[in-house]
């Protein structure tokens, strides 16, 4: 995941106590400074080389508090008991904090997780299933249970099965053709039985697997079909030019992450998304939904297929 989201999860989206303002009035929302909640980020994946079961555990802080990498750095909560249950299996998660490790390793780990090893400014610290003992499987349920400054928070997460694309392929720009770049197009037969979720990361090059701004999707336009779609590059356009918005470039090494999740994790991931590109004086409050009982966040499952391919020259 990339930076920019964990960013906002652990110090801002998630304590979205605000209205906007008035064309007359300024209205303050009575609820700017509330009490302070833990968030959870935390995932298990089953396919493709599924990363290990982890957890971020942070502070909520209000919306108009001042951020900066200290404070975003003492949000971190430590010492807690983080445990994950599945098929009679309780796994207890250590933490591990980046600067406990050395350089080589802390760039390894730190890309792993979603972050760009270069711009790191945090000691970012991940309770992680180090032993393997979490076993990510298609269709099963896992329990999360986490204490921690006298609070107790539960989840359940499901991983379902994994839908994969059939196909993708890339074409030339539509409207005016530009020579250097490509659109993505992908195919997918998507199961009539029940409703798909999905959520899509990609990487560019040696980038980090980015979900861009509009990751996921459900199936309510499309069920029980063949579909083709197109799949957006996440990286910004200069000047944030539509013309060229979501093309890659050509000769560009791409992987996509492609994964199914659950309702309650889509419904998180498409909240956030919401809330957080609906930004200006006149755009609609959105309460980001949270599966977590006793705090705010989301702890989801993965079910996950990679794809990579080089973008070809023209």
């Not at 009490?35 to 599924?50: C, H, I, M």
């Not at 298609?138 to 994969?164: C, D, N, S």
Request: charge should be negative.
């Amino acid at each position: 995941m990339a930076l920019r989201n964990n960013f906002w999860i652990h110090s801002l989206a998630l304590f979205l106590f605000l209205a906007g303002t008035g064309c007359e009035e300024e209205y303050i929302p009575d609820t700017v400074e509330g009490p302070s909640k833990l968030v959870v980020e935390g995932y298990v994946e089953a396919g493709d080389q599924p990363m290990p079961a982890y957890v971020i555990l942070t502070r909520s802080r209000s919306f108009f508090q001042q951020l900066n990498p200290g404070d975003l750095e003492n949000s971190y909560v430590h010492d807690a008991l983080v445990q994950v249950s599945y098929d009679g299996i309780t796994a207890t998660l250590p933490e591990i904090c980046l600067n406990d490790l050395d350089t080589t390793l802390r760039k390894v780990v730190a890309r792993e997780f979603g972050f760009d090893p270069d711009s790191l400014e945090i000691n970012i610290c991940v309770y992680v299933d180090l032993n393997g003992q979490v076993v990510g499987q298609f269709g099963k349920q896992y329990a999360l249970h986490v204490e921690a400054e006298g609070k107790i928070l539960e989840a359940i997460t499901t991983i379902p099965e994994l839908v994969p694309l059939d196909s993708f392929r890339f074409e030339p720009t539509p409207g005016m053709p530009i020579d250097s770049l490509a659109q993505l197009i992908a195919t997918i037969s998507d199961p009539s039985d029940e409703t798909n979720y999905y959520r899509q990361f990609i990487r560019i090059n040696s980038g980090i697997y980015d979900p861009g701004f509009a990751s996921v999707s459900d199936d309510a336009l499309f069920n029980g079909k063949t579909l083709d779609f197109r799949i957006n590059s996440p990286q910004h356009t200069p000047d944030d030019n539509p013309e060229i918005f979501g093309l890659f470039h050509r000769g560009d090494t791409i992987s996509i992450k492609w994964t199914n999740i659950d309702a309650d994790h889509f419904k998180f991931w498409n909240t956030f998304e919401s809330s957080r590109n609906s930004g200006g004086p006149f755009s609609s409050y959105v309460r980001v939904s949270s599966n977590i009982q006793g705090g705010l966040g989301v702890w989801g499952g993965y079910a996950v297929a990679y794809y990579d391919a080089i973008v070809p020259e023209k």
